[in-house]
């Protein structure tokens, strides 16, 4: 039917094996195929070799759970300008604007080609960070408004622009790259497998479990490593538990926005017995260290199916109590509700993915569609709200605390024996191409992997979820007062550092 | 019917605050964290160790991710440690990590453990510029400025004000304008594109300030030493007068820490 390679998340195939396609051809391919929204980019980049660039395209069809993979060789030489992916389907936009930020490479009709992130090794390094080329407009009865990079709470940095009209924004610019710390190439430089297990623990320390989980399922595969029933049943279970805790803590941050005091405090609190049974489990609140390629460094023990059923005893009452009194309160809802809307058209025209994409409708949940760690036999329903306004994104949240919660409960009442078929892991294999697709409490996570003629790793590429979703929301504040910003900002939680790699 | 409605809303409202039972830690100083902890390690001697003392050690430095590890004597800088625990697993019957969450320093030297010591982490009166007791003993706000911090440490630093820890207690808060801050807290191993912002915010804060490294990104660049997008100049200029020693730091090293600056041990 197409002229790409059909493979499934987590699987190994020879690069030799991945079709090259005639530019044209690779971008007739793929733009034709996300036109249909059951299709969707989860990873686009480039790979300089020499004076060439081989561009890699995967599509997710997620009726069948394949990855489409095709790829295209174009000169790497300023030579000429290439039609771009993003004039026919703007979810391109964000991977064509990375492509052309690291290597150059030129695009005739782009319709949006700014900065990402400003990257150490960015192809022009005239560009500066403090010299963003902002949309702007004209007018006596418009003003700038300019927040960050630091903020004024304890969070990451990024700078964002407004543009309003009295107290009603027009248009949102948001920039970013503060974070970049060299992610990517520190996979590359010579490296052993716990030194990079901790680099992926350290691209987002919020989504640590995301992460790690996509890594070492990677990695697994590309050293043709089959991890047993114990260590991918602990990584899902590992999953929901981060799920339930950082959806805890936005609840919580959303009622500080609102000014709900009882809802901060409350759902603050409960937070933290969720993050301490990670404590408990491998001795970081965060989770770092927790997951390890081919073992299982902390098994579930009796005594972790007992913290948890505790834990989750003691949680669920009083979590469901807050969440149940705060949707009855009007001071509440008249913040949260028709507030930062993104339709469901501007979700599917811009690619977005995981808990964003689900609160406009849009149904995207790797767990669903590409199954990987045990997902595959957990009879899944993604949870989907339908106004794609605050209050959706925070109905979601509540809505999916309760289906991991019912998902772990399932899990640690049958915990496999520990050890069950784990050989010794190998090295990874050579001239291999390996994509690794997770969801993360926020959404879609996608590493992939490159190994050169000596099985050592030619290129890494990561894609966190909010690279999808910071454009969502630049979206959904238009027309909103900017003292809504905050609440709509909150109600999205996306990762800078994630986004800055 | 109004005022019926009311009143339940009232009474829904106590039987929450009634569910929550007692939420905040009485004393942050003495607690105990629950579970493991990877806390300030104890290294035994190969004498003291015994029996498993002929335990080759000389693979630990490589073992380290971020090169924590020094041998003769065996040492650990927990500046650079990122508390995964390997070199524990490898070498358990020399290195042991308690649940001492009190790891902090006033000086960078301060946060390498020798093999042979096993004392509580201090900060002696001597290593603290005299006006930061005087000044800020009782009331303390800092502005937190995340130079590609992975928002660990971000985390932590809130939950130090959430009502489990509650630093507020102490009058040790975080403010939002660098002009309202008596110092300044960095997280993250410092990236080129956050050197100016950090500069600007440091130089916005009126004297005497202090300033504050959480967790191993900072105090070290951990995992992220050495890339070429990271520059740490910032930290070459300037007296740094705490380390907050974890990956991420947790809510109780901040809590101790910060009053063993300000208020003694």
Redesign the interface.
Known sequence: MTNALEIKNNQRVQLKDIPVLPYEEFLELNTNLTKDFYFHCVNYFAWPQGNQLRLFCCIADDTTGHILLSSSVVAHDNSREYPSFSAKNLAFHVFEREIHENTGLKYSDHPWLKPVR????RADRNSD??NYPFYQIESEELHEVGVG??H??????GHFRFICNGEQILHLEIQL??????VE??FLTPK?L??RT??AE?????T?IGHTTAFAGLWESLCDFTPGEDILHARTIASELERVAIHT?DLSAICADIAYQ?GN??F??LR?PVI?TF????????A??LIRVGKNQYPVTPYMVD?LTQLFDEYE??TY??YD?MKTLPSVLARLERTGIVTHEQAERIGCVGMTARASGLIRDIRWTHPYLIYGQIPHQPIVKHHGDVYSRTQIRRHEISQSIRYIRDLIANVPAEGNGNPELSSPQPDSFVISLTEGWRGEICHCAITNDTGELALYKVKDPSLHNWLALALAVRNNDISDFPICNKSFNL???GN?L | MKYKANIGSVF??M???Y??GK?YIPDVTTVE??????GRPVIKTAAAAGAGADEDIRFLPD?C??GAIDLEPLRIDLGKC?????CERACPSRIKFTKDYKIFSATRNGLIIREGEDQKMTIKADEVRKEIRKYFGTSLKLR????????????????SG???FDMGRFGIE?V??PRHANGIVVT??I????A??LQI?YDAIPDPKIIILAGT?AISG???AG????DRSFLNKYQVDLYLAG??T?PLTIINGILALTRGN
């Open positions: 400003y990257p150490v090794n960070i403090s990079p630091i004024a709470g304890i969070i990451e940095p790259g503060y974070q970049h710390r060299g190439q520190l052993n716990l030194q901790v680099l350290s691209i987002a320390g919020d640590v803590g009882l405090s409350v603050g609190r933290t301490n404590q408990k489990w491998c001795g970081c609140r965060l770092k260290g913290s009452p009083d109590e807050m009194r990762s800078y550092c800055d | 829904s409202e039987r929450i605050l569910h929550q939420q964290v629950p579970g493991i902890f990877r073992l991710p971020t990122i508390f995964c625990g390997d937190q400025v995340s130079a590609a911090g992975d928002n660990s440490c971000e985390w932590e630093l809130n939950a959430n009502v489990n975080f939002a304008s993250g191993p990236s080129q594109n956050m100016e912002p915010c990104d951990g995992i992220f890339s070429p997008a990271i990956n991420p947790h």
